[in-house]
């Protein structure tokens, strides 16, 4: 089965670009999608199919993927973007969803 | 606009039985899947459960195989999760989450979630 691995936490100073990482070994196979959630609210999709926005969210969250790790990078940071981020797979021999450990971003 | 309405939260003793409703709208209902994803306090993330937009097939965690069962009332546009054999580590904030898509996809996510119901499992 799917295990994907986050980094607990990132910090980066406003206006600088963040990058919060997702490995695992099935990645490569697998499309990764990705999720905000501020506190004491439910998540929101960010970036889904690796590098696509919804809409609604701003051109400076991006997604990308390369071998065993996916990549979701925040640019010129704002307060407003401290959250939890969580990516997410498809399992597509079990028709599980799988959720990374999430990575806790905090705007210094 | 599409609204997932959670209810049915709240505190069981250990060993007990809760059933968790989702109503939905603004969406054509029966076209889509829907899971339950769960959060323990303080903690990430955890898909429980999905359901097919006909019902037909379900799956499940192995966390809550065999305890949980899920399913929908397309005319009623509502998803339920009923929960057995309740335990304390089954405490967590229940979110309804619907999917992109209904039938065969090449990937599989949620594009909107409920504000989620709590259930506690407690002595």
């Known amino acids: 089965s799917f295990v994907l691995t986050q980094p607990p936490s990132v910090s980066v100073a406003p206006g600088k670009t963040a990058r919060i990482t997702c490995g695992g070994n099935?990645?490569?196979?697998?499309?990764v999608h990705w999720y905000q959630q501020k506190p004491g609210q439910a998540p929101v999709l960010v970036i889904y199919?690796?590098?696509d926005r919804p809409s609604g969210i701003p051109a400076r969250f991006s997604g990308s993927k390369s071998g065993t790790t996916a990549t979701l990078t925040i640019s010129r940071v704002e307060a407003g973007d401290e959250a939890d981020y969580y990516c997410q797979v498809w399992d597509s021999s079990s028709d599980h969803r799988v959720f990374g450990g999430g990575t806790k971003l905090t705007v210094l | 606009e599409v609204q997932l309405l959670e209810s049915g939260g709240g505190f069981v003793q250990p060993g007990g039985s809760l059933r968790l409703s989702c109503a939905a709208s603004g969406f054509t209902f029966s076209n889509y899947a829907m899971s339950w994803v769960r959060q323990a306090p303080g903690k990430g993330l955890e898909w429980v459960s999905g359901i097919s937009g006909s019902g037909g097939s379900t799956y499940y965690a192995d966390s809550v195989k065999g305890r949980f069962t899920i399913s929908r009332d397309n005319s009623k546009h509502t998803l339920y999760l009923e929960m057995n054999s309740l335990r304390a580590e089954d405490t967590a904030i229940y979110y309804c989450?619907?999917?992109?898509?209904?039938?065969?996809?090449?990937?599989?996510?949620?594009?909107?979630w409920g504000q989620g119901t709590l259930a506690t499992v407690s002595a």
């Open positions: 989450a619907k999917d992109n898509c209904g039938g065969t996809c090449d990937s599989h996510w949620f594009d909107s």
């Open positions: 099935n990645i490569g196979s697998e499309t």
């Open positions: 199919f690796d590098s």
